[in-house]
Structures are given as C-alpha cells and as structure tokens.
C-alpha cells in the first residue's frame, strides 16, 4: 500500500493505532528495499540446516495415538486418499493435480498472479471474469495434508507419501519465495502456520518411534523443511501484524500463530520470546474483546464464530502444553462459544448461514464440512472436559478432539423437550425441537464488529426456519469476496434476507465492501413462553433516517411442538405511499402455490404457508459455502402502506403427508 494509501486509511484511527501502521510501514519498505526477505529466508533455511532435529514433545497433537473407531479410520482413511489422488475440493471446485499445480493460479479461470513484491497486489478490481485469489489462497494454506500425516500417526508411516510431502513442500516453497507471492498475505501465511505446525508435531511423533533408517531419513527431511517454514512464517507475520482499533479474525490468526511458531520453534532451541510475550499479551484481551459475555462473537457471521473459536482453542492447547493455560475467565467465554456453536446447528447438522460465509478450517481432520460446528464443538467437549450443548455429532466429528486432546466427551442425550436458548448480547435467539426437527433461529441483534459491519449482513429481524428435519426458510449466506464484490454486496442487502424491506432501500447503509453503518439498531428485545409457545419480539427503526418516526416491529409465535412458525410485523410510517417488501428464502425446496395467499412448500415434509399478502414464487439465488451458488427459491410480495400502523401476518406449519393426499 502507498503512503498516501496508508494515509487514507488511518484517518479516524487512535493515535496508538496510526502510530503503529507508520512504524510497520517503515520497517516493511526498509525490508524490501535492502533485500531483507530473502536474507530472512536463507537465516531460516541455514538455521535448521546445521541444526539437529529433535523429537520433541508436540505444540498441539497429543503425543499418544488416538483410539480410532473403525469409522473414524474408515474416514480418515478416505480423506487422506482423497488428498494423496488430488481428488477433492476447494470450495466446491475440484482440485488441480497436486504434483504440478500452480500454487499462484486460480485454476478454474487459468488465471495466474504474478510472482512479485507481496505488498504490489490488488484484490479490489473491475474483472470480466470471476477470479478468486481465494482459491490459490487456500489451496496454499495446506491444511489438507495434516490427514496424510494423521493417518500414518494412527498406523503405519508411509515413506513414499512423506516423500511425496516433501516434495509438495519445497516446490511450494520455491515458487512462493518469501513474501514474493500472492499467498504472502498476513492472514494466509498465519493460516498456514497452524497447518504447518499441525504437520511438524505430528512429524515430530512419527519420528520418535520410527525405527527404520528410510522412513527416519524422509521424516527428518520433512521435518526439517517444515521447521524452517514456520521461521519464516512466523516472521512475516510478526512484521505484518494486523492490528488496528478494532480487530477481529485477522488479528486472532496472527496472534495464534505467533504463539504457536514460538512453541514448535522453543522446542528446537529456537528462541522466539517476543512473538510468545505478545501472543500471550493480546490472546485473552481478543477472546473477552471478540466473544460477547453469552460467547457470541461479535463479527455477526456464523462461519467466522466457528474458525475463530477454532483458533483460540488451538491457542489454549498450546499455552496449557507450555504451562500457562488461560484464565477461567477466557475459558469460560470459549465455553460458552461452543456452546453457541451447538445451539446454531441445524436438524441436518450444519450450521445457521446468518453472515458472510468463508469456509475457512482451522481443524483440518476433516476439511469437506465447512457448514458443520461439530469438530470444534466436540473439540471443547474435549478439551474442557464438560457439558457443551446437546447437539449429537456423527462420530467422525471428533477426530480433531481425538487428535489433539488424546480423548472424546460421550456423546449428549437429545434433550426431551424443546430448548429455548437466548444470546442477549450476541442478539440471537434459537429455539429447537430435535426429536422433530424443529429448529428456528432469529437475528435480533446489531449490525456486527462493535457496529461497524465487518462480516455481518443487513439482516437484523430475519431468521432461518427448519420443520421436520428439513430447511424451509434460509439464510442465503454469501458466495465470494473479491471475485465479485457487487454480488457480495447484494447477498448481504436487506432485500436478500427474510425480513421487512422499505422502500426499496437498505435498513443500515451499506459504507464499503466491508462496513454498514449503524443505521439498524435492535430495539425493545422481548421473549417470554406461554406453556408450548414462544415468543419473541423485537424492533428497530433503521429506516427512520429516511422518513423520521417510521418504525418495524416484528412478533415471532413459535411453536415447536406443533411443527409451526407465526410472523407478525406491524410497520410505523407518518408518509403515505411507502413500499414494502419481504421476501423468505427457501433455498432448494420447490414451492408450489395453492391458492393467491397460501403456498406449499417442500417435497416429503411439505409446510403450508399462509400470508394475509399475494406472495409468489421466485427464482432466487443462495450459497451454502463460500465459492458455491445456486439457483433457488424465494417467496416474495410487496404492498404499499397508509401512514400510521399497518399490520401483516405470515404463518409456516408443517403438514402431514396423509393430509395432502
């Protein structure tokens, strides 16, 4: 970034902050200019060249093998085929051949980045394709190899597939110069750091046992490379520190990986004091700034809440392996974390899509569940040593728990009656049947990121409606970033989600690809239960900057138990004329209408639904992973309204197969 750049966007920061960017800015100019980075490398290469290579007690993997079922090898066994054949997937597009890609090219479109100066790039640009940087960023993340090595760990070492690692390895290396690639990014190379380290412990553990001269040479070769990696890794983290006023995801993968560089590095007799002081100086401050007191995290995105609770987890590994766990009070929040990670688990087990969608895996045991909460929620089971919700995860969701903390929690007992469970601070709510496949999940809270958006949507008073098992009403998440960022942002505008739209404008202003003003502020938050029924009641008056006193109140009437959902919004307005619009996306079920006010929608469980306003069914896009789009269904309507307060009504039920027959 320029000067001028840099400039532009410290302006409004604190002055701790401007300071620190100006220093950084500095020292990365002085970095290049002198040649620096590769001098940093060669330090690195020669540092672990001339060094022994210890067997050393793991950062992160627990030293004894895992007690694996026959299905969690059966599945291990799986993906680590998949890996060592090239034969799975990036978000949702299959893989490049692993033994010639090219690590800078977004393969789908032959689109390469050229290999220069890191700081030279630009993601934000007018395209005729749809490239995504992301790609290559996360096939260079290389996360899917930890399988490969965990595999070995639970059996046999396999000399030709270290072998075949170390070659991947060092021609990623060798085409990804140190901070001259497009993944040289300060997120990706902390990404990276984990996965790395993950590989080195579990490197590590196969060489303490390993007898045979062979299979001992090709570990210590790998383990050497994998060693220097992390130096040189850690250090262009260090010097890219993401830090700002308020800091979010970037921030906790730059610290956690600084943390655990300097553990895996100590045990080398590689001293790396500082990234471990500051690591530890920030770490606890992030969790309690990052997490609300109900463990909400405060990005408004439920992909995000699962990778950076994963992050913290690996940190509280590390630092309980070195002796300094985290504090009650930082385990507590991560507690509670999980805690709403199983609460936003849907009857099919994936999770609520509320925010953007990044599919980003830092528990890379399983890397093709991206939606799924299980592995870090049965991570903390594990690590904790507790209670954490109630959802059931299939068995192979605690691999990364059998992995890293040597044991599994029993699996909860479905509770027997419906779970109503309130995020305050966060601003969600969940309600949920499992026995019947009920689950309902509302947004009632603010915009995100301490009121600056981050990766959270206009979507406050929109919920996601399960019946019977199956998806009725859904978030439509987010399929990309820079590969297209007006359809970024159309997939987070108010228009998209299940809520009240007015006048066809945003309830918070949209800012810029990654901000929406605090326009939208919950307001008069309300849940009570009478007997079977809950309900819940909320407000905000976002759109009172366009007409002043124009308010939406929203009532949710839910009952579990009778498989049905009531919506009621009474709308507020002193203008005459104003147009408003919902919309209730149903993602793949088809919708069929019955009559002008009344739809059928799904196929098997079918769920009537009852509007007092014509809705028909739209064609309607929606993404459940990041990179994924699909064409769908919505059903839409639209009237116009009087001044003062108008009331509409929207009721979902779930049928019985006989009563549609």
């Known amino acids: 970034m320029t000067f001028a750049g840099l400039l532009r966007r410290a302006i409004g920061k604190p002055l701790p902050v401007i300071a620190f960017r100006l220093l950084q800015s500095l020292r990365l100019q002085a970095l290049h200019r002198s040649g620096g980075w590769p001098r940093i490398a060669r330090r690195a290469e020669k540092t672990f060249r001339d060094r022994t290579i210890r067997s050393a007690r793991p950062v992160l993997v627990h030293p004894h093998a895992p007690p694996l079922t026959d299905g969690q090898r059966s599945t291990l066994d799986a993906v680590a085929a998949s890996v060592r054949n090239s034969d799975f997937k990036i978000f949702g597009a299959p893989v490049p051949n692993l033994d010639d890609c090219d690590f800078s090219t977004d393969w789908r479109f032959g689109k390469t980045w050229p290999r220069r100066y890191f700081k030279l790039n630009r993601f934000y640009e007018a395209k005729d394709i749809a490239y995504d940087v992301k790609f290559p960023w996360e096939l260079s993340r290389l996360h899917y190899l930890v399988p490969l090595l965990a595999r070995q760990f639970a059996g046999e070492t396999d000399e030709a597939e270290c072998r075949w690692m170390l070659r991947l390895l060092q021609r990623w290396r060798c085409e990804n110069p140190l901070a001259f690639s497009v993944n040289w990014y300060p997120m990706e190379a902390s990404m990276r750091t984990v996965s790395l380290a993950l590989l080195a412990d579990l490197a590590c553990l196969l060489l303490a046992r390993e007898t045979r001269d062979g299979s001992r ?68 401050r992030e969790i309690i700034l990052q997490f609300f007191p109900d463990g909400v995290n405060f990005e408004k995105s439920c992909g995000y809440h699962k990778l950076v609770l994963e992050l913290f987890l690996l940190a509280q590994i590390a630092r309980e392996r070195a002796g300094r766990p985290l504090s009650p009070s930082a385990r507590e929040r991560l507690e509670k974390a999980a805690v709403f990670s199983d609460a936003l688990t849907r009857p099919d087990g994936l999770g609520a899509n ?294 509409h009504e929207f009721t979902f039920s779930a049928l019985e197969l006989q009563q549609l027959t």
């Open 354 to 647: 509320f925010g953007d969608t990044d599919s980003a895996v830092a528990l890379p045991f399983l890397f093709d569940r991206t939606r799924s909460h299980g592995q870090v929620v049965e991570l903390a089971r594990a690590l904790f040593n507790v209670d954490i919700g109630t959802f059931p995860f299939p068995e192979e969701e605690q691999l990364a728990a059998l992995f890293l903390t040597g044991r599994r929690r029993a699996f909860p007992s479905s509770p027997g009656v419906p779970e109503i469970l309130q995020f305050a601070d966060g601003g969600y709510v969940v309600v949920r049947a499992q026995d019947r496949g009920y689950f309902f999940m509302a947004d009632v809270g603010e915009v995100g990121m301490a009121g600056r958006g981050g990766h959270g949507h206009n979507d406050l008073l929109a919920f996601e409606l399960c019946l019977g098992g199956l998806p009725v009403v859904i978030d439509p998440g987010s399929p990309c970033y820079t590969a297209d960022l007006d359809k970024k942002t159309a997939y987070r505008s108010t228009g998209v989600h299940s809520t009240v739209q007015l006048m066809g404008e945003e309830m918070a202003r949209m800012t810029g690809p990654w901000t929406i003003a605090n326009d939208a502020v919950p307001k008069d938050v309300e849940l009570r239960q009478n007997g079977d029924t809950i309900f819940l009641r909320a407000a905000h008056e976002g759109y009172a900057r366009l007409a002043p006193g124009t308010r939406i109140e929203r009532e949710f009437t839910v009952s579990p138990l009778s498989g049905n959902l009531r919506i009621r919004d009474e709308i507020t307005t002193a203008l005459n004329g104003i147009e408003a619009r919902w919309r209730f996306p149903l993602g793949p079920a088809p919708a069929q209408v019955s009559a002008k006010r009344e739809i059928l929608v799904g196929n098997g469980v079918q769920v009537k639904v009852r509007s007092d306003i014509p809705l028909t069914a739209m064609q309607s896009p929606y993404s459940d992973f990041y990179g994924h789009e699909a064409m769908g269904t919505a059903l839409a309507g639209g009237i116009t309204l009087p001044p003062g307060t108008s009331a």
């Open 217 to 284: 040479q090709a570990l210590t070769e790998l383990l050497r490379l994998l060693l220097t990696s992390v130096l040189e890794h850690g250090t262009f983290v260090w010097e890219n520190r993401e830090f700002t006023d308020v800091r979010g995801n970037h921030f906790t993968a730059n610290i956690v990986a600084l943390l655990i560089a300097a553990e895996l590095l100590e045990r080398q007799g590689v001293k790396r004091r500082r990234w471990r002081r500051y690591a530890d100086a920030w770490i606890e």
